[in-house]
């Protein structure tokens, strides 16, 4: 390779490294502008990496065979390695151009995962393989219904679609030309239907990934849209396109009434 193609390599990944670090930068600041009055926070504070993501030893076969919902959960909480692995199945960056573990209509990449914990609200960044802290809040409980358990799930994950990101060049795109091509004309009811239909799609690809994962870690996992959307959107400041689709709750299993006492 002559040495012009290595500079130009070099310089792919150095515009490719100060795109991503300014994408967070705007994150960050996002975050700050919504969850500014529960708490003020230093740099340092707000960020927490995560371990990278490890082989699991159960075969997709057996993770397949044990796949099951369960809802009585241990309190004992989950280890960064084991949330790292949850989070890898269900949005992890897997091959270059940053493309994900689970399918993403026309690579929207519209679905935000938000974990709830005892010691508070944060959201994943897949690009850092990391946690950026929102608030010092426990809002677990606002994600049921009714809550029939004896023990909060030390992991609620909630899966927010961004319908912002669903508009790009293409799809605005395709929506002028399919009416004017198809003899039955394509309404715009009909488009949002199956755009809504399609990041649908993509949140249960990872509900499913989580899934498998947490079976292989032996973990208790349960899929949920008993909740309320309102309260989840309070808790979490979401803006109007922002949209919650389901929320996850994941532990190790209760064995016995002694998994619950505090």
């Known amino acids: 390779m002559s040495i012009e193609k290595v500079q130009k390599a070099i310089n792919r990944l150095s515009n490719l490294k100060a795109e991503i670090s300014d994408q967070f930068e705007d994150l960050k600041a996002e975050v700050n502008r919504r969850f500014a009055s529960h708490a003020k926070r230093r740099d340092d504070e707000i960020f927490r990496p995560l371990p990278a993501p490890t082989g699991l030893d159960m075969s997709l076969m057996d993770a397949l065979k044990n796949r099951r919902s369960q809802r009585n959960f241990s309190n004992e909480p989950l280890s960064d390695q084991v949330v790292a692995n949850l989070l890898y199945a269900a949005d992890g960056i897997n091959r270059k151009g940053g493309k994900?573990?689970?399918?993403?209509?026309?690579?929207?990449?519209?679905?935000?995962?938000?974990?709830?914990?005892?010691?508070?609200?944060?959201?994943?960044?897949?690009?850092r393989n990391g946690l950026l802290f929102c608030a010092m809040k426990d809002v677990r409980e606002e994600t049921?219904?009714?809550?029939?358990?004896?023990?909060?799930?030390?992991?609620?994950?909630?899966?927010?679609?961004?319908?912002?990101?669903?508009?790009?060049?293409?799809?605005?795109?395709?929506?002028?030309?399919?009416p004017k091509i198809k003899?039955?004309?394509?309404?715009?009811?009909?488009?949002?239907?199956?755009?809504?239909?399609?990041?649908?799609?993509?949140?249960?690809?990872?509900?499913?990934?989580?899934?498998?994962?947490?079976?292989?870690?032996?973990?208790?996992?349960?899929?949920?849209?008993?909740?309320?959307?309102?309260?989840?959107?309070?808790?979490?400041?979401?803006?109007?396109?922002?949209?919650?689709?389901?929320?996850?709750?994941?532990?190790?299993?209760?064995?016995?009434?002694?998994?619950?006492?505090k």
């Open 183 to 261: 003899k039955a004309a394509v309404d715009e009811a009909d488009l949002r239907e199956m755009r809504i239909r399609a990041c649908h799609l993509d949140v249960g690809a990872k509900l499913q990934s989580v899934y498998l994962a947490a079976s292989a870690m032996g973990l208790a996992c349960v899929a949920r849209t008993g909740f309320s959307a309102e309260k989840i959107v309070a808790a979490l400041r979401l803006k109007p396109d922002e949209v919650v689709v389901a929320a996850q709750s994941l532990g190790y299993p209760a064995k016995s009434i002694l998994d619950h006492l």
């Open 100 to 127: 994900r573990t689970t399918p993403s209509a026309l690579d929207w990449r519209e679905t935000d995962v938000y974990l709830l914990k005892a010691n508070g609200i944060w959201l994943w960044v897949p690009e």
């Open 144 to 178: 049921y219904l009714l809550n029939a358990q004896l023990t909060l799930p030390p992991l609620e994950i909630v899966f927010v679609t961004n319908y912002a990101r669903t508009r790009s060049l293409l799809t605005d795109a395709v929506e002028t030309i399919a």
